[in-house]
T-cell receptor, first 113, second 112 residues
């Protein structure tokens, strides 16, 4: 079945450092790919998404490009802030599975001032 | 901006008791979901619901679980006889014609 693999955390960075959180997937069809973020004590918020190969999703300075050839959707940000500290989840959905989201394990990001 | 709401935010119950978790999806959405997240673990799909019936369910969603849309606005998850391992954060989500799911803030369920 479909699956999502994320790099394990926690990832600890200093403010203004560059961030990459790796995400790879396996899917039978043509999934849409998502990054969700969970701030401490809060629910799940959509950060960005991409629905087809070579699409780039972006939001709040974060970017991720749908790479079909490497089955990847890595999350990047050029300069992180303390307020970016959260847990980041990569996920996919497919129409044939009624759009249920298949989730990665989540990567906890800690940004130190 | 419309949002998904969930009640209660926290629920403590005794093992074997029934619980009902409530969700109000975004009003013009047609697809509804329940997910759960056991503390420190990944988010897991439970069930999807469309056109007044279950469209997909996971292995977790056994006979102890049921979902209902009792009126035009609420979407409920019932656990008939709770077990210790049902302790988790339960998230409701919905989407319309687009496939992006919007999540509620979650209900934290603790089974003692």
């Amino acid at each position: 079945g479909d699956s999502v693999t994320q790099m394990e955390g926690p990832v600890t960075l200093s403010e203004e450092a560059c961030l990459t959180i790796n995400c790879t997937y396996t899917a039978t069809g043509y999934p849409s790919l998502f990054w969700y973020v969970q701030y401490p004590g809060e629910g799940l918020q959509l950060l960005l998404k991409a629905t087809k190969a070579d699409d780039k999703g972006s939001n709040k300075g974060f970017e991720a490009t749908y790479r079909k050839e490497t089955t990847s959707f890595h999350l990047e940000k050029g300069s992180v802030q303390v307020s970016d500290s959260a847990v980041y989840f990569c996920a996919l959905s497919e129409r044939d599975s009624n759009y249920q989201l298949i989730w990665g394990a989540g990567t906890k990001l800690i940004i130190k001032p | 901006e419309p949002e998904v709401t969930q009640t209660p935010s926290h629920q403590v119950t005794q093992m074997g008791q029934e619980v009902i978790l409530r969700c109000v999806p975004i009003s013009n959405h047609l697809y509804f979901y329940w997910y759960r997240q056991i503390l420190g673990q990944k988010v897991e799909f439970l069930v999807s619901f469309y056109n007044n019936e279950i469209s997909e369910k996971s292995e977790i969603f056994d006979d102890q679980f049921s979902v209902e849309r009792p009126d035009g606005s609420n979407f409920t998850l019932k656990i008939r006889s709770t077990k210790l391992e049902d302790s988790a954060m339960y998230f409701c989500a919905s989407h319309g014609q687009g496939e992006t799911q919007y999540f509620g803030p979650g209900t934290r369920l603790l089974v003692l």
